[in-house]
């Protein structure tokens, strides 16, 4: 479920909490409450963290091998290069036991390039392999694979961008209904009351969730199969 259905459903919950008559509530409500509202916040966030870990190690392998790319024009080994380049950042471990102890340096380069955000080292290890098998200049070629990689950092970031406006407004959207209710309490009402103890209350109130849960999950995947063009 999308971070931002997650949210939702949590400030709805804390709302409905608040807003619950004194005498309508049994002990252990509050804490019961608190307890799953926090466990639908940390699944939220704890589906967040993938993408900033991926994100910080992409950065941090680009990085990585344009160093690769300064020690190869420094007139270092490539093997030599590889390891020292690598090695700050604790980055593409398979590689650096390979140089270390004579492995297959492609094979391992390719084995690294399958985890999260490290797919800039299998254009390593295509440089890497067309260099040994050719005699082709290994700096130049990756350095042209770095400088692609930034373009298409570039323009994830552009993208992210524009995607936040239509992201803010469907979470703005799905905020509407919560703020009526507040305005209904504020006007002497009882919104809560009807939603929650009427059937056809608890039957808008279910087809207002469902379908702005489907609203904030279509937006979701949208945004999602864009990003994932790139």
Do not use: K
Not at 9 to 20: P, S
Not at 23 to 39: C, K, L, N, Q, V
Not at 125 to 131: D, G, L, Q, R
């Amino acid at each position: 479920m999308p971070a931002e259905v997650l949210a939702a459903l949590a400030a709805a919950g804390a709302l409905v909490l608040a807003l619950r008559r004194p005498s309508a509530r049994r002990p252990g409500d509050i804490d019961g409450a608190r307890t799953r509202i926090g466990a639908i916040l940390r699944r939220g966030r704890a589906r967040l963290t993938p993408s900033r870990t991926s994100r910080q190690r992409r950065e941090a392998v680009r990085e990585a091998v344009a160093a690769l790319v300064a020690e190869l024009t420094a007139g270092h080994a490539p093997s030599r290069a590889l390891e020292r380049a690598f090695a700050p950042v604790d980055l593409a471990p398979r590689a650096r036991a390979a140089v270390a102890w004579g492995g297959d340096v492609v094979a391992a380069l390719r084995s690294d390039g399958r985890s999260p955000g490290c797919q800039l080292m299998l254009h390593v290890a295509a440089c890497w392999s067309v260099a040994h098998g050719t005699g082709a200049g290994l700096a130049a070629s990756l350095q042209a694979a770095v400088d692609a990689d930034r373009d298409d950092e570039d323009v994830r970031t552009q993208l992210g961008a524009h995607l936040s406006a239509p992201r803010a407004t469907a979470r703005m959207l799905a905020g509407l209904p919560l703020i009526g209710l507040i305005l209904g309490v504020a006007m002497g009402g009882d919104p809560l009351a009807w939603l929650l103890t009427t059937p056809l209350g608890f039957g808008c109130l279910v087809g207002g969730v469902a379908f702005t849960a489907a609203g904030l999950i279509w937006t979701s995947r949208i945004a999602a199969r864009v990003e994932a063009l790139l």
